[in-house]
Nanobody, 117 residues
Framework: QVQLVESGGGLVQPGGSLRLSCAAS????????MGWYRQAPGKQRELVAT???????VYADSAKGRFTISRDNAKNLVTLQMNSLKPEDTAVYYC???????????WGQGTQVTVSS
């Protein structure tokens, strides 16, 4: 079994920062891309950022210039540094990892990020 455990969500004022972390544990074999998605109330889940095993990154337009994704392959850890947060960033943020001999997507339980004054 594989588990993705997220941490770092919370309440922050507009313009503030948060750092999300996600650690993969269990039967980890061939960890490919890791990433973050988010889902706001009444909206579909959307990509925020992904990072490959070689540290190639992809960002949603809404995240470019404000968010930074990074990973520690030795620890099976991915982090998302979020700066200049806006109310529209409010959502549940989900960690995602693609791993296995047959690449399979796994999801974390989600962590709430609320940006409000």
């Amino acid at each position: 079994q594989v588990q993705l455990v997220e941490s770092g969500g919370g309440l922050v004022q507009p313009g503030g920062s948060l750092r999300l972390s996600c650690a993969a544990s269990g039967n980890i074999f061939r960890l490919y891309a890791m990433g973050w998605y988010r889902q706001a109330p009444g909206k579909q889940r959307e990509l925020v950022a992904t990072i490959s095993s070689g540290s190639d990154t992809v960002y949603a337009d809404s995240a470019k210039g404000r968010f930074t994704i990074s990973r520690d392959n030795a620890k099976n850890l991915v982090t998302l540094q979020m700066n200049s947060l806006k109310p529209e960033d409010t959502a549940v943020y989900y960690c995602n990892a693609l791993l296995g001999v047959v690449p399979t997507a796994y999801w974390g339980q989600g962590t709430q990020v609320t940006v409000s004054s």
